[in-house]
């Protein structure tokens, strides 16, 4: 392999290096290289982007080497990092002039990576010119835009998903107030949406309520495939196709990982892993390695899932379920629920509750931490109890509202307990739309000196926060919620002291999950039951609502509209339809 020049002549590290194409010669050794590379790695090393104020929603790499990163969150700003400069910190990320009015939830480079697209819950999709930073156009939509992809062939056509039930395929060189193409129009919200990129006409879409379904641009209003068999019925968040559009990988309610072949609606592969779970936020899925053999998903218990697809189509336990992930990146200090992957470089990029966006990878770059065997202890910390997320409310000042008017890019332990509330809501099994519950806005009231309730910015569920003991769990479930070492690092971001979480005993975190788990493991096992024959396939919806989810008021309306799919100050929170 011989070594080439880079764009302004930086080779200063081996992801510059990979990303300028510095290794050539023969390809099939370049890709030998990478994937031994990872293959021989049981930890990655780790390095966090500083930029946004709040949560991170969304994140992209660019086409063709994946130079850029773009990202956007709850400080509702689109930032663009230049990977090589980003990992060096030599320069701040660049803003993109056009903002959105609330959060932001999908963003998509066009395939020349000139412009980028950003979506959120606003209700309306931006263009950006990547060189100028300008705004292009705005394309209006009649509801919270949860998903964008753009035509693989026609840097001119992207299609959004939205949580009015439709997906939209738009022309750019069309009047931004004209009709866009309507391909699905269904009652409930579309999560996700992904153009095939070897065979454009076919899109793959995930419903909050239909599942995940592979549609024909010719053919609108009806779907081509509803994948799932019995279970086809069910919510989706988040469906992406393989490099060579043959696959579907889906994520779904409650559900691990799944991976279908585009012509059969029966899985091929289900993963799941001790600890995995997906049912606080709405998470992403993605491919990764040179040939999509391998699967990423966050978790709520603060970690980044890594799964080896099986060579053999029959290996597999009872339905077809991988049971073991090839890697668990440790390392988040919350929820993690995006995560990219970049074939150039053999980097990972991951984000969620936190303001930061984790980079990984299996070279060692200037300022990482961790390493390649998992020796290093990580930073980890505990939950916060309901309690003290009660205290940090009240302690705040700030209302219900997060206007990140401070710029800060430091640690917010309010978000944090509110999310740790969240977690400790499904793993002790309570119930969201309980009589108990105590909303935050109550909270307020009742606290001295505040008699007027400040306006939602998209912020906390107004249904979070439990007043009754929770349930026993049952104590001879096996299942255990690692967070690692309990330690606790919090900053100075409300008006006093925050409260020091109180850290639980080894036999109290071995009972965590069960109720969940159990949930998991029948659902798993109904899915093994009907996936033998498709002939006997008879659809019938599953009740989807055994765990309703808190829901969030818009900041239009607080009071009556409530926002689908909507997590506060963060991300999409799943909810009963």
Known sequence: ??????????????????????????????????????????????????GHFGCVNAIEFSNNGGQWLVSGGDDRRVLLWHMEQAIHS??????????????????????????????????????????????????AHE?????????????????????????????????PHGEPFCLANYPSAFHSVMFNPV????????????????????????????????????????????????????????????????????????????????????????????????????????????????????????GR??????????????????VRFNPHTYMICSSGVEKIIKIWS????????????????????????????????LNSGSGLSHDYANQSVQEDPRMMAFFDSLVRREIEGWSSDSDSDLSESTILQLHAGVSERSGYTDSESSASLPRSPPPTVDESADSAFHLGPLRV??????????????????????????????????????LSNESDSEENVCEVELDTDLFPRPRSPSPEDESSKVKTAVSCDCSKALQPG
């Open 362 to 393: 299996p070279y060692k770059q200037p300022g990482c931490t961790g390493d390649l065997d998992g020796r290093i202890e990580d930073d980890s910390r505990c939950l916060y109890t309901h309690e003290e997320y009660i205290s940090l409310v």
């Open 489 to 526: 690092t919090t900053t100075n971001a409300v008006a006093s002291t925050p409260p020091t979480p109180t850290c639980e005993d080894a036999a109290s975190r071995q009972q965590r999950l069960s109720a969940l788990r159990r949930y998991q493991d029948k659902r798993l096992l109904a």
């Open 1 to 50: 392999m011989k070594r080439r020049a880079g764009l302004g002549g930086s080779m200063r590290s081996v992801v510059g290096f990979l990303s300028q194409r510095g290794l050539h010669g023969d390809p099939l050794l370049t890709q030998d290289f990478q994937r031994r590379r990872l293959r021989g790695c049981r930890n990655l090393y780790k390095k966090d982007l500083l």
């Open 199 to 318: 065979e454009p006409r076919l899109l793959a879409t995930a419903n909050s309520k239909e599942g995940v379904g592979l549609w024909d641009i010719r053919k609108p209003q009806s779907s081509l495939l509803r994948y799932g068999g019995n279970l086809s019925l069910q919510s989706a968040m988040s469906v992406r196709f393989n490099s060579n559009g043959t696959q579907l990988l889906a994520l779904r309610r409650r559900l691990p990982p799944v991976l279908y072949d585009i012509h059969s609606r029966l899985p091929v592969f289900q993963f799941d892993n001790q600890g995995y779970f997906n049912s606080c936020t709405m998470k992403s899925c993605c491919f990764a390695g040179d040939r999509d053999q391998y699967i990423l998903s966050g978790s709520d218990d603060f970690n980044l899932y890594m799964w080896r697809i099986p060579a053999d189509p029959e290996a597999g336990g009872i």
């Open 143 to 175: 509801d919270a835009v949860y998903g964008l992809s753009v035509s693989p062939v026609n840097d001119n056509i992207f299609a959004s998903s939205s949580d009015d039930g439709r997906v939209l395929i738009w022309d750019i060189r069309e009047s």
């Open 90 to 139: 030599r320069v701040k990320p660049i803003q993109l002039k056009g903002e959105h009015h609330s959060n932001i939830f999908c963003l998509a480079f066009n395939s020349g990576n000139t412009k980028v697209f950003s979506g959120g819950n606003d209700e309306q999709v931006i263009l950006h010119d990547v060189e100028s930073s300008e705004t292009l156009d705005v394309f």
């Open 321 to 338: 379920v991988v049971n073991g992930a090839f890697m668990v990146l440790k390392g988040h200090r919350s929820i993690v629920n995006q």
